[in-house]
Protein backbone atom coordinates (compact mmCIF):
# COMPACT_ATOMS: atom_id res chain seq x y z
CA UNK A 1 0.00 0.00 0.00
CA UNK A 2 1.13 3.56 -0.88
CA UNK A 3 -0.28 6.59 0.56
CA UNK A 4 0.23 10.23 -0.25
CA UNK A 5 -0.41 13.05 2.08
CA UNK A 6 -1.50 16.25 0.79
CA UNK A 7 -2.93 19.69 2.06
CA UNK A 8 -0.60 21.04 4.63
CA UNK A 9 0.79 24.51 4.86
CA UNK A 10 0.52 27.47 6.52
CA UNK A 11 -2.32 29.04 8.56
CA UNK A 12 -3.36 31.85 10.85
CA UNK A 13 -4.64 30.35 14.02
CA UNK A 14 -8.56 29.91 14.15
CA UNK A 15 -8.38 28.75 10.16
CA UNK A 16 -8.87 25.82 8.75
CA UNK A 17 -6.97 23.46 6.36
CA UNK A 18 -8.06 19.99 4.88
CA UNK A 19 -5.29 17.09 4.57
CA UNK A 20 -6.05 14.35 2.09
CA UNK A 21 -4.46 11.19 2.42
CA UNK A 22 -4.55 8.56 -1.07
CA UNK A 23 -4.28 5.29 -1.17
CA UNK A 24 -2.95 2.87 -3.92
CA UNK A 25 -2.11 -0.55 -3.95
CA UNK A 26 -4.13 -3.17 -1.97
CA UNK A 27 -6.69 -0.92 -0.69
CA UNK A 28 -8.82 -3.65 -0.20
CA UNK A 29 -6.82 -5.14 2.60
CA UNK A 30 -7.24 -1.66 4.43
CA UNK A 31 -8.67 -2.50 7.53
CA UNK A 32 -8.26 0.57 9.48
CA UNK A 33 -6.79 4.54 8.96
CA UNK A 34 -5.48 7.15 10.80
CA UNK A 35 -3.56 10.76 11.20
CA UNK A 36 -0.82 11.12 13.32
CA UNK A 37 1.22 14.30 13.72
CA UNK A 38 4.87 14.58 15.27
CA UNK A 39 6.09 17.92 16.36
CA UNK A 40 9.44 18.79 17.00
CA UNK A 41 11.09 17.15 19.93
CA UNK A 42 7.96 15.50 20.93
CA UNK A 43 6.74 11.84 20.20
CA UNK A 44 4.43 10.96 16.84
CA UNK A 45 0.99 10.77 18.60
CA UNK A 46 -2.27 9.39 16.99
CA UNK A 47 -4.73 12.51 16.17
CA UNK A 48 -7.88 10.45 14.56
CA UNK A 49 -8.51 6.51 13.56
CA UNK A 50 -11.29 5.35 11.33
CA UNK A 51 -12.22 1.93 10.49
CA UNK A 52 -13.55 0.20 7.05
CA UNK A 53 -16.79 -0.72 6.92
CA UNK A 54 -18.54 0.87 9.60
CA UNK A 55 -16.21 3.54 9.93
CA UNK A 56 -16.12 4.31 13.51
CA UNK A 57 -13.89 6.96 14.60
CA UNK A 58 -12.00 8.14 17.63
CA UNK A 59 -10.03 11.45 18.39
CA UNK A 60 -7.20 12.67 20.13
CA UNK A 61 -8.77 15.04 23.26
CA UNK A 62 -7.15 18.35 22.50
CA UNK A 63 -8.67 17.89 18.71
CA UNK A 64 -12.02 16.99 19.77
CA UNK A 65 -15.07 18.95 18.04
CA UNK A 66 -12.40 20.95 15.59
CA UNK A 67 -11.19 18.08 13.70
CA UNK A 68 -13.06 15.47 11.32
CA UNK A 69 -11.58 12.51 9.97
CA UNK A 70 -13.45 10.78 6.98
CA UNK A 71 -13.21 8.57 4.09
CA UNK A 72 -14.25 8.43 0.53
CA UNK A 73 -13.59 4.48 -0.07
CA UNK A 74 -14.80 5.09 -4.16
CA UNK A 75 -11.26 7.75 -3.95
CA UNK A 76 -9.60 5.44 -2.08
CA UNK A 77 -8.65 8.69 -0.05
CA UNK A 78 -8.78 9.35 3.67
CA UNK A 79 -9.41 13.13 4.31
CA UNK A 80 -8.65 15.23 8.08
CA UNK A 81 -10.73 18.32 8.15
CA UNK A 82 -8.89 20.82 10.81
CA UNK A 83 -10.84 24.02 12.26
CA UNK A 84 -10.14 26.47 14.59
CA UNK A 85 -6.35 25.50 14.35
CA UNK A 86 -4.17 26.65 17.01
CA UNK A 87 -0.62 27.23 17.23
CA UNK A 88 0.04 23.83 19.36
CA UNK A 89 -1.51 22.23 16.25
CA UNK A 90 1.67 22.79 14.12
CA UNK A 91 3.33 19.55 13.32
CA UNK A 92 4.14 17.29 10.86
CA UNK A 93 0.80 14.93 9.80
CA UNK A 94 1.47 11.49 8.73
CA UNK A 95 -1.32 9.17 6.96
CA UNK A 96 -1.07 5.69 8.48
CA UNK A 97 -2.94 2.70 7.12
CA UNK A 98 -3.47 -0.91 9.05
CA UNK A 99 -3.78 -3.93 7.01
CA UNK A 100 -5.46 -7.01 7.56
CA UNK A 101 -3.16 -9.01 9.46
CA UNK A 102 -1.70 -6.08 11.21
CA UNK A 103 0.86 -4.83 8.25
CA UNK A 104 1.73 -1.01 8.76
CA UNK A 105 2.18 1.40 6.53
CA UNK A 106 2.97 5.32 6.54
CA UNK A 107 2.80 8.19 4.31
CA UNK A 108 5.83 10.80 3.45
CA UNK A 109 3.98 13.77 6.23
CA UNK A 110 3.04 16.97 5.45
CA UNK A 111 3.80 20.17 7.18
CA UNK A 112 0.72 22.10 9.08
CA UNK A 113 2.18 25.06 10.40
CA UNK A 114 -0.14 27.35 12.63
CA UNK A 115 1.10 31.22 13.41
CA UNK A 116 -0.21 32.69 16.34
Request: glycine letters at 12%; aromatic letters at 8%; hydrophobic letters at 35%.
Amino acid sequence: VQLVESGGGLVQAGGSLRLSCAASGSTARINAMGWYRQAPGKQRELVAHITSGLGNTLYEDSVKGRFTISRDNAKNTMYLQMNNLKPEDTAVYYCNAVLIGGNSYWGQGTQVTVSS
